[in-house]
């Protein structure tokens, strides 16, 4: 990486992350540091995001969801464009 801009953003990007085992049950923890970051309390929804999954706050999926939906539906032809 040759972009000050991109070695910038990587090194704080990358400096969250943790390398985790999943125990016997395939479960893993997530820290404390993130559960807070991401505002996780109690019920949790896992979802694909390409070639990625995030783990999101119920309640707080639900709200995206629901002010996204119209741009979403508009702006599929331009990201996915012949697939929808």
Not at 55 to 67: F, M, N, P, R, V
Not at 73 to 81: C, F, R, T
Request: proline share 5%; hydrophobic share 40%.
């Amino acid at each position: 990486m040759t972009a000050k801009a991109v070695r910038d953003y990587s090194r704080v990007f990358f400096a969250s992350a943790f390398d985790e085992i999943p125990d016997k049950q395939g479960r893993i923890t997530i820290p404390p540091g993130l559960r807070d970051y991401a505002a996780l309390q109690r019920d949790c929804v896992v979802i694909g995001a390409n070639t990625r999954l995030e783990i999101w706050d119920s309640q707080a999926w639900e709200s995206y969801l629901a002010t996204q939906e119209d741009s979403f539906a508009g702006a599929s032809e331009e990201v996915y464009p012949g697939i929808l």
